[in-house]
């Protein structure tokens, strides 16, 4: 399928990103999250342009065929708005439309608050914009659960070459294990991924179906492990890497309101969802996101939202789109 889409390289902040660009009129940017591609949005990119937008779907720095620095530093919050916004200066627009998904939604949310002359509305997959909490994201996840004896990805991925190692030794199965135990069909994510004891590696408790789900066919696997396979872990979990770094340098990031016209769509299942022991993370989004337009959760849906129900996406993505 991704032969369909026409590919190009586009400059940013220094480094190049690869592209797949469909469409005239105003532009929209589509930013995929962990571990994806651009081709995780390959059921939008024409529908958007279809509805006459310049659809954009960029490989974010590390991933696919754009750059990779080596830096752990260079994949931090205020790096990837920057590149987003050298995107917009490349189309010779002054503002875009921005979609994101997983750690693309962070970067979607954080460059309308933080750059919102550049923003025109924004839309937020599985991850919602939240409220700065007192310490940043790891910090938090180190108390809810390292000091509780449990196993946490994120708090896993911080030492470097670690993951790396386990993923890249067959990079084939751990995709798989990834997108089916977090997406709708896995039957429980406890076990492997929330609540499991603190040991072992990230893909241990996790089961490699067969068949796989409907949602992503044997090619659209294929496109995945070829690219990751060509390019390697360690860019797309240097951004879990940035934590920290993120919470001291943007002292306004979950601080400062997204007033642009807003999305939130999610999956009622997914894991992010119950990151919070007790909290329902998709609750008060309003709070803010003040003109929040779609709030929809898709029932039975797990994590990749715009691949597990691509049409239930368009039907709430391209209404907010025309009502701009």
Known sequence: MHEQFILQNIPTNGITLRAAVEGEGPLVIMVHGWPELWYSWRHQIKPIAEAGFRACAIDVRG????????AIEAYDMQTLMADIVGVIDHFGEKQAILIGHDWGAPMVWNTAALHP???????????????????????LWQKLYTEEGKFFYQVYFQDEGVVEAEVEADFRTALRKIYYSISGNAPDLGPSWLNRPEGGGLLEMMDDPDPFPVWMTPQDLDYFVQNFEAGGFRGPVNRYRNQDRDFAMLPDMGVKPVHQPSAFIAGSKDLVRFFVPGRDTYANLEEICPNLRVNLII?????????EAPEAVNAALLPFLKGL
């Open 63 to 70: 991933y696919g065929d754009s750059d990779k620095p080596h």
């Open 299 to 307: 029932d039975d849906i797990g994590h990749w939202v715009q691949q």
């Open 117 to 139: 002359e550049r923003v025109a509305a924004v839309a937020g997959l599985s991850v919602p914009y939240r409220k700065r909490a007192p310490v940043s994201t790891i910090k």
